[in-house]
Antibody, heavy 126, light 106 residues
Framework: EVQLVQSGAEVKKPGESLRISCEGSGYRFTTYKISWVRQMPGKGLEWIGRIDPSDSYINYSPSFEGHVTISADTSISTAYLQWNNLKASDTAIYYC???????????????????WGQGTMVTVSS | DIQMTQSPSSLSASVGDRVTITCRASQSIRIFLNWYQQKPGKAPKLLIYAASSLHSGVPSRFRGSGSGTDFTLTISNLQSEDFATYYCQQSYSPPPITFGQGTRLE
C-alpha cells in the first residue's frame, strides 16, 4: 500500500528554523517526483516545488524560491521542506504529494498527484 | 504562469442533483488538467486526470470533459459524501504547477 506519512504539527516563532518531512512507503521512492503544496488557513492549494529523488533535481515556484528548501534522503525514502527564517505568513498546512505519469490515447504523458500525505500544520506566532 | 479560474466559487446542491463545475485556463493546456476533491481537515484526493480519465476507485458519477482552455467536472446523482471542495490543476507548462481557487459544494 502506497503511503506518504508526514511529520507532526509544529509551533514556531518568527525567525526560527524548521524542517518537516514526508516518508514514502509501499513503492520505489526514487521512481516518483515529490511535490510540496501549501494551504493557508481557509484558502486554496499552492504549489511550492518538487524534487526528483533519483537525482535530487529541484524546481521551485517563483513565489517560494529563496524562502524554502526542498531536499530528500533516498536511504530513508523521505523528502523534506525546510525554512531558515520563518514568518507569521508561513502559517499553513503543508502537504507532500507523489507525482504519477499517465500515458493517454493521444500519446501524451500527463502528470497528476495520485497520493498525498496527511498534511503538516505549521503555526508561526510570537 | 498559467492561471486557472474556477466557477462558481461555491455551489449549493442537494442529494440526487447533478452539478457542473467549470475550470478555465489562461492559455491552452490541451488535456493536461486534473481534478481533486478535498474534504475539511483532509488531504486532497485525485478524481480525474488528463481532463477525462477517472482515477482508480473513483465512482463513475464523476465525469470530466474539455480540452484546450475550458474544462468541466460533472457530478451526477450527488451523494452526501460528495459535499466537499473541488480543485482543478494544470500540469501543462513547465513549473509552476497551478491550481484553480476551488469550488465549495455545499
Amino acid at each position: 500500500e502506497v503511503q506518504l506519512v508526514q511529520s507532526g504539527a509544529e509551533v514556531k516563532k518568527p525567525g526560527e528554523s524548521l524542517r518537516i518531512s514526508c516518508e514514502g512507503s509501499g513503492y520505489r521512492f526514487t521512481t516518483y517526483k515529490i511535490s510540496w503544496v501549501r494551504q493557508m488557513p481557509g484558502k486554496g492549494l499552492e504549489w511550492i516545488g518538487r524534487i526528483d529523488p533519483s537525482d535530487s533535481y529541484i524546481n521551485y515556484s517563483p513565489s517560494f524560491e529563496g524562502h524554502v528548501t526542498i531536499s530528500a534522503d533516498t536511504s530513508i525514502s523521505t523528502a523534506y521542506l525546510q525554512w531558515n527564517n520563518l514568518k507569521a505568513s508561513d502559517t499553513a498546512i503543508y502537504y507532500c504529494a507523489r507525482r504519477r505519469s499517465y500515458d493517454t490515447s493521444d500519446s501524451l504523458t500527463v502528470h497528476a498527484f495520485d497520493f498525498w500525505g496527511q498534511g503538516t500544520m505549521v503555526t508561526v506566532s510570537s | 504562469d498559467i492561471q486557472m479560474t474556477q466557477s462558481p466559487s461555491s455551489l449549493s446542491a442537494s442529494v440526487g442533483d447533478r452539478v457542473t463545475i467549470t475550470c478555465r485556463a489562461s492559455q491552452s493546456i490541451r488535456i493536461f488538467l486534473n481534478w481533486y476533491q478535498q474534504k475539511p481537515g483532509k488531504a486532497p484526493k485525485l478524481l480525474i486526470y488528463a481532463a477525462s480519465s477517472l482515477h482508480s476507485g473513483v465512482p463513475s458519477r464523476f465525469r470530466g470533459s474539455g480540452s484546450g482552455t475550458d474544462f468541466t467536472l460533472t457530478i451526477s446523482n450527488l451523494q452526501s459524501e460528495d459535499f466537499a471542495t473541488y480543485y482543478c490543476q494544470q500540469s501543462y507548462s513547465p513549473p509552476p504547477i497551478t491550481f484553480g481557487q476551488g469550488t465549495r459544494l455545499e
